[in-house]
């Protein structure tokens, strides 16, 4: 829910209310019962929640260079030897 400014034309008391988007303008100020007028608000903060935003949006290009090379050297995993196995079923 927002949170709406509002300025009485009479007293010039501003004040905030928190109501939701749905709810009707106010027109009467709270001090005077004067007329009041909506002001128009800055808007909310932009808010990141989450984790990753570093990681996925600005990493740094060398690192993906990294990866490949110990994807390269790491060594390939040796197939067990058929010898072995029919060496051991015979005895």
Do not use: W
């Not at 027109?27 to 996925?56: D, E, H, M």
């Amino acid at each position: 829910m927002p949170t709406y400014d509002y300025k009485c034309t009479e007293c010039s008391h501003t004040f905030e209310i928190f109501q939701p988007m749905s709810a009707k303008v106010l027109k009467q100020c709270p001090i005077c019962n004067s007329k009041v007028r909506r002001l128009i608000g800055a808007g909310a903060g932009l808010i990141f929640k989450g984790s990753g935003f570093y990681q996925t949006d600005y990493k740094n290009s060398n690192s993906k260079d990294t990866v490949k090379k110990k994807e390269v050297a790491k060594p390939a995993p040796k197939p067990a030897s058929d010898n072995a196995t029919k060496d051991a079923t015979k005895s």
